[in-house]
């Protein structure tokens, strides 16, 4: 049997609750203010950024410690066309009858349409990845756990992260988005989830009140 190592637990910042309060509170104040950007502009945004809000999604619990993701980082603007031409041939059939009415009638209040143009403009587009099997080593093709669960994890602290910095997001879910395997090379037992586009707000960006209409803490939470 594997004897299991372990060590002490790295104690936690010695705050007291007062300051444990107001950092859960600034930290609300500030993820509050994240909204869904669907006009990008060409402004850059450094490596570093993305580098350091993947090292944060890389750290979100996980089944098993298996961390079954792999982020496909795209800035070449040749990738960046090829996922826009297939994803917005994916998007008419879908906008045009595919996704069914009921669900059409739901985007309304988004104003999303078929078109794409951010997926050229904005200047990283993070292509996710979830790993039904295999883990760090390139050998290992065992089984993973609660594979979407953990990948969802990664992209929140991902997205998070990227808010903190000052970056605007868009989680874009083409319907369906098999292409990715194609355009990032990535294998058959990889199952693309969601492409993160990020960068900075184009100045005729534009926030559909929809997006304002969150649920209150009580339609949200049940405490027993
Ligand atoms: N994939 C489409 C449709 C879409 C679906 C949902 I649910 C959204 O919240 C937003 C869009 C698109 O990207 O336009």
Request: net charge negative.
């Given at each position: 049997?594997?004897?299991r ?7 936690y ?7 444990r ?6 930290f609300?104040?500030s993820?509050q203010?994240?909204r869904?950007c669907?006009a990008?502009s060409e ?5 570093e950024?993305i580098?350091a ?5 890389g750290?979100?619990?996980n089944g098993?410690?298996r961390?079954?993701w792999?982020?496909c980082?795209?800035?070449s603007?040749e ?6 031409i297939?994803a917005e041939e994916e998007?008419?059939a ?7 009415s009921?669900?059409?009638?739901a ?15 904005a200047p990283?587009l993070?292509?996710v ?5 295999g883990?760090?080593?390139l050998?290992?093709l065992?089984q993973?756990y609660?594979?979407?669960e ?11 992260t990227?808010h903190q910095a ?8 083409p319907?369906?988005?098999?292409f ?5 090379r990535r294998?058959?037992h990889e199952k693309p ?8 707000a184009a100045?005729?960006?534009?926030i559909p009140?929809h997006?304002?209409?969150?649920k209150t ?8």
């Open positions: 049997m594997f004897d190592e372990v060590l002490p637990w790295q104690p910042p010695n705050l007291t609750d007062a300051e309060i107001a950092r859960a509170r600034a609300n104040a993820m203010s994240r869904s669907r990008f402004e850059p945004v450094p490596r950024i580098e809000a993947l090292a944060t999604a750290s979100a619990p098993a410690n961390q079954p792999h982020f980082v795209v800035s603007p990738a960046k066309c090829a996922i826009r297939a998007e008419r879908f906008y045009d009858g595919r996704a069914g009921e669900w059409l009638d985007l309304v209040p988004l104003g999303t349409g078929a078109d794409k143009p951010y997926l050229e403009t990283w993070i292509v990845f979830a790993q039904r099997r883990g760090p080593d050998d290992d065992k993973n609660y594979v979407t953990s990948v969802g994890l990664a992209c929140g602290l991902l997205l998070a990227l000052g970056i605007a997001t868009l989680v874009h879910t319907n369906p988005m098999r990715l395997n194609r355009v990032c294998p058959d989830l969601m492409v993160i586009v990020a960068g900075h100045p005729d960006a534009v009140a997006a304002l209409d969150k803490l009580e339609q949200i939470a049940s405490w027993l």
